[in-house]
């Protein structure tokens, strides 16, 4: 399994890993499409909107152990704050280029 890992705050002494399963499941899902404002400016309200999302696809979906392992192990992660989502979402971008 490949792991990969983004900085979580910005002394980049957090970190959240990442595996090709979690961005495939973003990637499925399209969790992140529309996800930020035109102002391109990550907040806790983006965050927050991420993991409303999240929570009504999980709600919806019947086979969703991928989302629910997302969540469990990314989208919730303790590390999650909004810095920790623009560097996923940077990471995310950079990744789905090279599929």
């Known amino acids: 399994m490949v792991m990969f890992e983004i900085i979580a705050n910005e002394k980049g002494s957090r970190h959240i890993l990442l595996t090709d399963a979690h961005l495939e499941t973003i990637k499925k899902y399209a969790l992140f499409h529309q996800l930020v404002d035109s102002n391109g400016y990550v907040d806790d309200v983006v965050l927050d909107k991420l993991q409303m999302n999240v ?45």
């Open 55 to 99: 929570r009504a696809l999980i709600e919806q979906e019947e086979d969703n152990a991928d989302l629910v392992t997302l969540c469990h192990e990314v989208i919730y992660h303790d590390n999650m704050k909004p810095f920790a989502l623009q560097q996923l979402l940077l990471f995310y971008s950079d990744w789905v280029k090279l599929q």
